[in-house]
């Protein structure tokens, strides 16, 4: 889970960076609009989708312009429709239009990473595993991205290299051991989650004996998959990792399993069809 205020503050910077980039010294097509002039406008979605980035786009205008007013329809986490309406806005034209692009793409990117979080969920509901996203996030966005995993019905694993121990391959062979390893990281920080990768049914062996939290499974066959559930009894999480695909999942999922990490779930992710209008009535 993400610390509150650690979200809080990261959506701050990172909806201001989005900002820079795009207006730089100021909007010169608004320039064209009367300052005076207020506007209502409305957000479509052009296509099914699961909801995520409502507070990133709250923050897009009220860093632009808090005179902007903004009415929901839909929650973070709902799915909706082609042609839905997602929220209205109103305020000072110039202001709408230079937050628009912005706001959309926050809105775009974090519903597309929960809708594709929603297809993969959805199809392995029947299981008791836990689809977790990976730190192959896209760069300065992790955070947002880790947020719309779980409106997609996905979880987090660890944030980043500070809140939990993944020993890996090389980790193992700096240190040694898997033994050694594991040993070390629960002298540096007693209370931390300690996870080990394997890669074969012999590593996994020494991770249990080791005493591992969780023990990842990377790209072992359905079948050792399955010996490794019988193998550990509960007695650490069992994660599957590498080669999970739509034709995998389901498979890997029945294996029984705890956790799959997935790193589709946010690194290959395709933004959702938005779009806004002003009304021109007026």
Known sequence: MIPAELLRQSRIETVAQSLREDIGDGDITAMLIPQDRISRGHVITRETATIAGRAWVEEVFRQVDPRVTLQWQVQDGDETH???????????????????????????????????????SRRVAHTGVQLLDTRKTLPGLR????????????HNHRIGLWDAFLIKENHIAACGSIAEAVREARR????????????????LDQALAAGADIIMLDEFSLEDMRQAVIRTAGAAKLEASGGINSETLVPIAETGVDYMSIGALTKDVRAVDLSMRLDTSG
């Not at 692009?101 to 297809?119: D, E, F, I, K």
């Not at 991205?145 to 997609?152: E, I, N, R, W």
């Open 82 to 120: 082609a042609g839905q309406e997602l929220f209205t806005m109103e305020g000072p034209a110039r202001s709408l239009l230079t937050a628009e692009r912005s706001a959309l793409n926050w809105l775009q990117l974090l519903s597309g990473v929960a809708t594709t979080c929603t297809g993969y």
């Open 143 to 154: 955070l947002a991205q880790k947020y719309a995993v779980t409106c997609g019905g996905c």
């Open 188 to 203: 540096i920080a007693p209370g931390r989650p300690v996870e080990v990768e394997t890669e074969n049914p012999d590593e």
